[in-house]
């Protein structure tokens, strides 16, 4: 179950660049798993990465291409290729090979993507048996096609898409990802696929992209286990009418923010619909020295799984709560200047229970489904937010039968 699923919203289509998909029988034969994506000449791509040592071979391939001019993405699920050694790399080079053979590209060009089960091989066969078919069905306007296609135990299709107006012309974004479990971004199992038709620079497309995982993707967490297979790529076509963004221009700085908006947008949908999730929790983390401070006390609070289970049993048991912030690693800190809420209602402070506190009134506040935790350290400005959910049944069920 997904915590208030958003709608699947308008996707608007992007000049430049075309979706196709289709059913390859990786794991299951109900809906498509293998995507491809393909832009026209002229473009630019930009991508963040997984930060686990074990990548998988996707990732070291996708690594390699980056500075070769990108033009078409593959992505499969049901398998995420990873553990794989020297097989996972041959694999997934046939997987680019066959995809420059069908569309007369080059083999580094392709950017391949896998996401699913670690440690087997990828059935490269059926792969390349639906190649074809996906590359027949490209079209601008599959979008909700391919949302479907990523999923593995995602509940629902994730994607965003808005139009921003400079100087009378217009630039659309539309991305989708994937992801519900094992997820701790650190990029940089969760993808990103984002298409604008902007006219930028490489280097700028990717300051644009770092800036906005950092603050989007970098700033979940569902289960604190960052996936082998993170990626969030960015491809821009160019065929927009508004003139080339640059930094000095006006236009980088609202390019830039509606970048952030779509990253936060789909990162928020991963969140909702984390494994097994009943509440979707924000945790802000104010008056802090740092934002390194911040971040390491809003995360240690979303990884207890302590807190994780009392937030699924509905129980103000914030013991849990502060017993995190200590062990959080903050030198010097000062418990008796900490103020802790739910939402608008004050748990802790000076080091201990709030004398205005009520069970009543932090059991009102667990009963809901969307609950925001504010955590005020005392120590200076700087805030942070980390979005999370709680640990379920479910969760332990769906991870448990993972492979069954």
Request: aromatic share 6%.
């Amino acid at each position: 179950m997904a915590v208030n699923q958003p709608l699947f919203p308008k996707m608007n289509p992007v000049t430049g660049i075309s979706l196709g998909t289709t059913n390859a029988g990786i794991k299951q034969t109900e809906r498509d798993d293998l995507l491809v994506m393909q832009m026209v000449k002229g473009g630019s791509c930009a991508a963040v990465f997984t930060q686990n040592a074990f990548c998988a071979a996707p990732i070291h391939i996708a690594k390699s291409h980056l500075d070769k001019n990108p033009r078409w993405l593959v992505i499969n699920s049901g398998n995420a290729n990873a553990g794989t050694g020297q097989q996972g790399m041959d694999d997934g080079l046939k997987t680019c090979t066959e995809i420059a053979r069908l569309v007369g590209g080059s083999c580094s060009q392709v950017l391949p993507f896998s996401t699913g089960v670690i440690g087997e091989n990828l059935p490269i066969k059926k792969i390349i048996t639906a190649l074809p078919k996906a590359i027949e069905s490209l079209t601008e306007t599959h979008w909700q096609e391919a949302a479907n296609a990523i999923m593995t135990t995602d509940t629902f299709a994730k994607g965003a898409s808005k139009v921003i107006e400079i100087k009378g012309e217009k630039i659309t974004i539309t991305g989708i990802s994937k992801g519900a479990g094992m997820i701790q971004p650190n990029m940089a199992t969760m993808l990103g696929f984002i298409a604008t038709d902007a006219k930028i620079s490489q280097p700028l497309l990717q300051n644009c992209l770092s800036h906005a995982a950092e603050h989007s993707f970098n700033r979940i967490t569902i289960d604190g286990d960052t996936s082998t297979n993170d990626a969030c790529v960015v491809m821009a076509s160019g065929c927009s009418k508004v003139a080339e963004i640059t930094v000095e221009s006006e236009s980088y700085s609202i390019f830039s923010k509606a970048i952030e908006d779509i990253c936060k947008t789909l990162a928020e949908a991963i969140v909702r619909d984390g494994e097994g999730a009943t509440k979707f929790i924000r945790i802000h983390v104010e008056q802090a020295l740092n934002q390194n401070e911040a971040m390491i006390v809003g995360k240690t609070i979303a990884h207890s799984p302590l807190v994780k289970t009392a937030f699924f049993a509905s129980d103000p048991n914030w013991g849990r709560i502060l017993a995190a912030i200590g062990r959080a690693e903050i030198k010097n800190l000062n418990v008796e200047k900490i103020e802790i809420y739910l939402d608008n209602i004050c748990i802790v402070e000076n080091g201990c229970r709030a004398e205005s506190y009520t069970e009543l009134a932090g059991q009102a506040v667990m009963n809901k489904e969307e609950i925001t935790m504010i955590v005020k350290l005392g120590r200076g400005k700087v805030k942070e937010e980390i979005l999370t959910c709680d640990f379920s049944y479910d969760y332990v069920k769906i991870n448990a039968e993972y492979r069954t």
